[in-house]
C-alpha cells in the first residue's frame, strides 16, 4: 500500500524539464515571436513563458539559431502543405498543375505576409542568414516543381529536350518576386496577381513541345 505524505509536507512533482517537449517550446518559441518580433525574442523570453530555466530549453535547442529554425521549418511545413497535393494531381494536366501550384505558392506567402507577419519576419531574418533552413526550402519547392516538370516531358506536352531539375530551378528563380520574402512589400500592390499570370503565360509557352 502507496504510503501517503505527512501531514506538513507537500508532495514533489516531477521538474518541469522531464515533462519539456520540443512541441512545447516551438510553440511557446512562435507566441513569444509574435508578441516580440524576431529582432527582440530571446531564449530566455521562450523560458519565461514555459515557467523554466533557459537551460532547459537549450537543452531541446543548442542555439537561438536553431531554435529560430526549427519554428520557421514548422510553420513552412504547415503552410505548404497544400502544394504536394497539387503536385500529384493526376487530374489536372502538367502545364495547368504548374500555374495552379505558382499561384498557391503565391497567394499562401502573401497571406501569411499579412496574418502572420512575426513569424514570416522571422523566415525572412533567416533568408538574410543564409540559413541551412532556407536552402532545405528552396531544395523542396525546386523538388515538387521537378516532377510536374518531369511529368509533362513523359505526357508529350512539354518540350522532351528539358532537363526536370535544371528547369524546376529556373522556374523557381524566374517566379521569386511572387513568392521571395525580400518582395513581400510588392504583393499587395494592385495588379500583382495579374502580373503572375503573364509570366505563367510566357514561361507555359516556353515549355509546350511545338
Known amino acids: 500500500m ?9 508532495s514533489r512533482m516531477a521538474p518541469t524539464s522531464d515533462v519539456l517537449t520540443a512541441d512545447r517550446i516551438l510553440e511557446a518559441t512562435e507566441e513569444v515571436l509574435r508578441r516580440h518580433g524576431p529582432a527582440k525574442a530571446t531564449v530566455v523570453d521562450v523560458a519565461r513563458a514555459l515557467g523554466v530555466s533557459h ?9 537561438k539559431t536553431a531554435l529560430r529554425e526549427a519554428v ?3 510553420w ?7 502544394l504536394a497535393g497539387i503536385v500529384a ?17 503565391f497567394e499562401t506567402k502573401r497571406r501569411r505576409s499579412v496574418d502572420d507577419p512575426e513569424l514570416f519576419a522571422t523566415f525572412g531574418v533567416l533568408a538574410e542568414e ?9 531544395a523542396d519547392l525546386t523538388g515538387q516543381l521537378t516532377e510536374i516538370v518531369r511529368a ?8 522532351p529536350s528539358l532537363d526536370p531539375e535544371a528547369t524546376a530551378a529556373a522556374l523557381l528563380d524566374a517566379t521569386s518576386r511572387f513568392h521571395a520574402p525580400y518582395h513581400a512589400r510588392e504583393w499587395q500592390r494592385p495588379g500583382t496577381g495579374e502580373r503572375l ?9 516556353g515549355l509546350r513541345a511545338s
Open 130 to 138: 543564409n540559413s541551412a533552413i532556407v536552402d532545405r526550402h528552396v
Open 89 to 105: 494531381d493526376g487530374d489536372l494536366a502538367p502545364a495547368e498543375r504548374l500555374r495552379t501550384w505558382c499561384r498557391a505558392l
Open 2 to 10: 502507496t504510503a501517503l505524505p505527512r501531514a506538513g509536507t507537500v
Open 55 to 63: 537551460g532547459s530549453v537549450y537543452r531541446h535547442f543548442r542555439t
Open 76 to 82: 513552412l511545413d504547415r503552410t505548404h502543405q497544400g
Open 152 to 159: 509533362g516531358v513523359a505526357g508529350g506536352g512539354f518540350r
Open 197 to 205: 499570370e503573364t509570366l505563367l503565360d510566357l514561361l507555359v509557352a
Open 72 to 74: 520557421a521549418q514548422r
